[in-house]
């Protein structure tokens, strides 16, 4: 299945979803943004939806099932695995960053309380994934 011209933000804070939604817009993305609040609901989400993401901004600490949890079980499914995923975490732990690349994210962005620097940053690794 094609993926669909949407990002999917997975994310247990919905202030930071909502920043991210705007950040988005104001970078000139024009792909549908959609979100899930923790893991679960993210995976139910992909493995039921005939549409999948062109991209998912990845949280880390979530409760229930982890972004690392999550990001696992996205790699161990064959219709899941090649969607890119950027973890966007405000850990700024190296073995945060280590695991998550180990577990199979393609980028590690660090969510800074700089909106404007946080939208360079974003943009920059969304050229790299997404035409």
């Not at 939806?49 to 600490?61: C, F, M, R, T, V």
């Not at 190296?94 to 590690?108: C, K, L, N, P």
């Amino acid at each position: 299945m094609a993926p669909s011209d949407a990002i999917l933000i997975i994310d247990d804070n919905r202030d930071d979803i909502e920043i991210t939604r705007i950040v988005l817009e104001e970078i000139g993305r024009k792909e549908k943004v959609e979100a899930a609040t923790d893991g679960y609901q993210a995976m139910k989400r992909l493995r039921e939806n005939e549409h999948l993401p062109s991209l998912i901004l990845l949280d880390l600490k979530m409760p229930g099932m982890s972004g690392f949890d999550c990001l696992r079980e996205i790699r161990e499914d064959q219709r899941l695995k090649p969607i890119p995923v950027i973890v966007v975490t405000s850990s700024s732990l190296e073995s945060d960053r280590q695991e998550s690349i180990d577990a199979g994210a393609d980028s590690f962005l660090y969510k800074t309380i700089d909106i404007d620097r946080f939208g360079r940053s974003l943009d920059a690794e969304l050229q790299r994934f997404l035409k």
